[in-house]
């Protein structure tokens, strides 16, 4: 078995335990094959006082069950989105190496989280030592490359020209990255969900739990706070959306939007409802089981890690019709697809999957097939990861 080392700054870490949960279940899979991997997340240096002042006691390394972590410092400048590109990127580039350098042997593949910063933090260390390296395209910077900055492409392109190998979450950003990059370099490398980890068969126990009368409809929301994945769409449907014996419940890390959201609740005829923060993996699970249908309204995508969740939960999904989400969602027998933007049409969809109990179990009986049929699980993300990098392995003789 190869060695590597795995980048991913979007990483959990003690004091952000939900941050880039998908990062650390890829990089698990991947370590549950045998790849012997070290695991950095650079972290920025913390102000002394501040929201991000609690970013100082993150310590240099951290082991969770699976793989430990380092985490190596660079200079982050606020805001975000004039320095990203620039100071900071420069930063992290200059910075991690020079941490690879003194506390890593050089591995047989470096593997990237992200294509930024990952991927272009790792091209220096990777071109002074002749090592590969693959990177995760996923959807919010491939989405978006066409409106980043001149700079920004530019390292995009670089790093992307480098690495042999561009793992993409769907085929949408896939189509992107193949119009940047040779197209013989890119493929899809979907995430998943394992369906063994929800409990489907405790529906009506953990709805007991929860306090939920068994005869009350439960539609979830699960992402951001924010206008992206559709919360302004959510609050012009609230009133077109049935209420009784319906129970809305929301789940986010992280976005601003999340007041805007619990008043337009209040205003609405909507009493049954729960806006929750920070819900751990578990208690997530959970509420996924006795989800009857899971609101996916972005107005972008990858492939949204919730629909492959809600999928092994047997819950039905109405989602927008954009980016990776019609390659998840069978529209009609998996789910739902809508315009996005489009508040009536996610209202009436509701609508629709409320007034028709047994269609919508159909729906999620059929998505957890299709999960199961096209493999879509962390167990074979692992597998696919580690054919890709050891073939590569195999093609530079290392």
Same mark, same amino acid.
Request: glycine content about 8%; aromatic content about 8%.
């Given at each position: 078995?190869?060695?590597?080392?795995?980048?991913?700054?979007?990483?959990?870490?003690?004091?952000?335990?939900?941050?880039?949960?998908?990062?650390?279940?890829?990089?698990?899979?991947?370590?549950?094959?045998?790849?012997?991997?070290?695991?950095?997340?650079?972290?920025?240096?913390?102000? /002394?006082?501040?929201?991000?002042?609690?970013?100082?006691?993150?310590?240099?390394?951290?082991?969770?069950?699976?793989?430990?972590?380092?985490?190596?410092?660079?200079?982050?400048?606020? /805001?975000?989105?004039?320095?990203?590109?620039?100071?900071?990127?420069?930063?992290?580039?200059?910075?991690?190496?020079?941490?690879?350098?003194?506390?890593?042997?050089?591995?047989?593949?470096?593997?990237?989280?992200?294509?930024?910063?990952?991927?272009?933090?790792?091209?220096?260390?990777?071109?002074?030592?002749?090592?590969?390296? %693959?990177?995760?395209?996923?959807?919010?910077?491939?989405?978006?490359?066409?409106?980043?900055?001149?700079?920004?492409?530019?390292?995009?392109? =670089?790093?992307?020209?480098?690495?042999?190998?561009?793992?993409?979450?769907?085929?949408?950003?896939?189509?992107?990255?193949?119009?940047?990059?040779?197209?013989?370099?890119?493929?899809?490398?979907?995430?998943?969900?394992?369906?063994?980890?929800?409990?489907?068969?405790?529906?009506?126990?953990?709805?007991?739990?929860?306090?939920?009368?068994?005869?009350?409809?439960?539609?979830?929301?699960?992402?951001?706070?924010?206008?992206?994945?559709?919360?302004?769409?959510?609050?012009?449907?609230?009133?077109?959306?049935?209420?009784?014996?319906?129970?809305?419940?929301?789940?986010?890390?992280?976005?601003?939007?999340?007041?805007?959201?619990?008043?337009?609740?209040?205003?609405?005829?909507?009493?049954?409802?729960?806006?929750?923060?920070?819900?751990?993996?578990?208690?997530?699970?959970?509420?996924?089981?006795?989800?009857?249908?899971?609101?996916?309204?972005?107005?972008?995508?990858?492939?949204?890690?919730?629909?492959?969740?809600?999928?092994?939960?047997? %819950?039905?999904?109405?989602?927008?019709?954009?980016?990776?989400?019609?390659?998840?969602?069978?529209?009609? =027998?998996?789910?739902?697809?809508?315009?996005?933007?489009?508040?009536?049409?996610?209202?009436?969809?509701?609508?629709?999957?409320?007034? %028709?109990?047994?269609?919508?179990?159909?729906?999620?009986?059929?998505?957890?097939?299709?999960?199961?049929?096209?493999?879509?699980?962390?167990?074979?993300?692992?597998?696919?990861?580690?054919?890709?990098?050891?073939?590569?392995?195999?093609?530079?003789?290392?």
């Amino acid at each position: 078995m190869y060695r590597a080392v795995v980048s991913a700054a979007n990483h959990p870490d003690p004091y952000n335990p939900y941050l880039g949960l998908f990062n650390f279940r890829s990089i698990r899979a991947l370590t549950d094959t045998g790849v012997d991997a070290t695991v950095v997340a650079p972290r920025p240096f913390a102000p /002394p006082i501040g929201p991000y002042a609690s970013y100082r006691e993150i310590p240099e390394y951290h082991a969770f069950d699976s793989h430990a972590v380092r985490y190596p410092r660079f200079a982050y400048l606020l /805001p975000q989105r004039l320095f990203r590109y620039t100071l900071s990127s420069a930063s992290v580039a200059r910075r991690l190496p020079a941490y690879l350098e003194k506390h890593v042997e050089p591995p047989d593949i470096c593997h990237a989280g992200h294509i930024h910063y990952d991927g272009y933090a790792l091209l220096p260390y990777c071109r002074r030592h002749d090592i590969p390296l %693959t990177v995760m395209g996923r959807g919010k910077l491939l989405n978006d490359y066409q409106e980043l900055p001149r700079r920004g492409r530019r390292k995009i392109r =670089e790093t992307l020209t480098y690495a042999s190998g561009v793992y993409c979450v769907s085929q949408s950003l896939a189509d992107i990255a193949a119009d940047l990059v040779d197209p013989a370099k890119v493929s899809v490398l979907p995430n998943g969900a394992n369906p063994e980890r929800y409990p489907v068969a405790c529906t009506s126990a953990i709805k007991r739990e929860l306090g939920i009368p068994g005869d009350t409809a439960v539609v979830l929301f699960c992402g951001g706070y924010t206008e992206r994945k559709g919360i302004h769409e959510i609050v012009a449907a609230l009133d077109h959306i049935p209420h009784e014996d319906v129970k809305l419940v929301f789940v986010g890390h992280y976005g601003d939007l999340r007041p805007n959201l619990l008043q337009a609740l209040t205003r609405s005829e909507h009493t049954g409802y729960e806006v929750l923060w920070k819900v751990p993996p578990l208690a997530l699970r959970r509420w996924l089981t006795v989800a009857d249908i899971l609101i996916v309204p972005s107005h972008a995508e990858g492939r949204p890690n919730t629909v492959y969740e809600a999928m092994a939960s047997e %819950t039905a999904v109405v989602g927008t019709d954009v980016s990776g989400i019609p390659e998840q969602v069978r529209a009609g =027998e998996t789910g739902l697809l809508i315009p996005p933007k489009d508040p009536t049409a996610l209202a009436d969809a509701l609508a629709d999957l409320l007034a %028709t109990p047994k269609r919508r179990a159909e729906m999620g009986l059929k998505g957890r097939e299709r999960l199961v049929e096209k493999g879509w699980t962390w167990d074979a993300h692992g597998e696919r990861l580690a054919s890709h990098h050891e073939t590569i392995v195999e093609q530079t003789g290392r």
